[in-house]
């Protein structure tokens, strides 16, 4: 099976890049699963139901999203209304939306994807460890294919969660620091990883923020108005290879473009 994750999508500028490139990608690597970070697809900040739209009809399978998905006010509607737009899996049990998805892939047979969310520097919410084991027991005998997207702040919590999902899963891809990490690699017992997959947004930007403003706010230790980067556009994804039959993963490619240097 043929997998392409798409790094989050930061504003117009990231989703307008992501829909010129995406149908070649889709062609180029025979794509049978196809899995969007769009936490920021809205203006920088969460998602709205037009652009989750936008996103789909490129031929998304699942919309992943994170902590940045409740900076809009309306984001409970939009997770409400379509159960292919996740929030992690380890927020508590009343939040709206769901945590992970079995989607059926015809003569391909089924795939989960799980997003889950890191504590360390973030939100004090539920366990992303006992939740993934909770999720993978759910998910036993539904398929061997298994994508997870662990949205979390520090290097040190997204390596525990590959090591502990290594050879549990298909891949465990790192999203929320739109950094893109130099560590992609295939683990001893066949899971997929990185630490952080990058955006696919403007980077001549902070995080894909204006410049000016993200310095102002570190200056000064006062909020700034975010304001939203327009330039250096660029896109970040990972190509998985895995065996359906026990969901390995066989390779596995980061993808910029245009590359960085």
């Given at each position: 099976m ?26 180029k ?13 809205t ?32 984001s ?9 737009i996740l ?5 508590p ?24 969310q ?22 036993q ?5 298994i ?24 891949a465990?891809?790192g999203t929320?620091?739109h ?53 250096d556009?660029?896109?970040c ?7 359906i ?17």
């Amino acid at each position: 099976m043929n997998i392409l994750f798409v790094g989050d999508i930061v504003g117009s500028p990231g989703l307008e890049l992501a829909s010129a490139l995406i149908p070649g990608y889709l062609k180029k690597y025979g794509v049978d699963l196809l899995i969007v970070n769009g936490e920021n697809a809205t203006g920088g900040k969460g998602i709205s139901e037009e652009h989750a739209r936008a996103i789909f009809a490129l031929g998304a399978h699942a919309i992943t999203t994170g902590n940045h998905v409740w900076d809009r006010w309306d984001s409970k509607k939009v997770l409400s209304g379509d159960r292919r737009i996740l929030r992690p899996l380890n927020y508590p049990r009343e939040t709206a939306g769901n945590g992970f998805i079995i989607v059926d892939l015809g003569n391909k047979g089924k795939a989960a994807i799980v997003n889950l969310q890191g504590r360390v520097f973030m939100q004090p919410i539920d366990d992303p460890f006992r939740s993934a084991d909770w999720v993978l027991s759910e998910i036993q005998g539904e398929t061997k294919i298994i994508f997870v997207d662990f949205h979390a702040d520090a290097t040190a919590e997204k390596m525990a969660m590959g090591w502990h999902l290594d050879g549990k899963v298909t891949a465990v891809i790192g999203t929320h620091t739109h950094t893109p990490t130099a560590d992609g690699r295939i683990l001893p017992r066949g899971s997929a990883y990185m630490t952080d997959v990058g955006m696919t947004g403007p980077y001549d930007s902070v995080l894909g923020m204006r410049k000016e403003q993200a310095i102002k706010r570190l200056l000064t230790g006062t909020p700034h108005k975010y304001e939203l980067a327009s330039h250096d556009v660029r896109l970040c994804a990972v190509y998985v290879q895995a065996e359906i039959e026990t969901g390995r993963a066989r390779a596995m490619e980061h993808l910029v473009y245009p590359p960085f240097g």
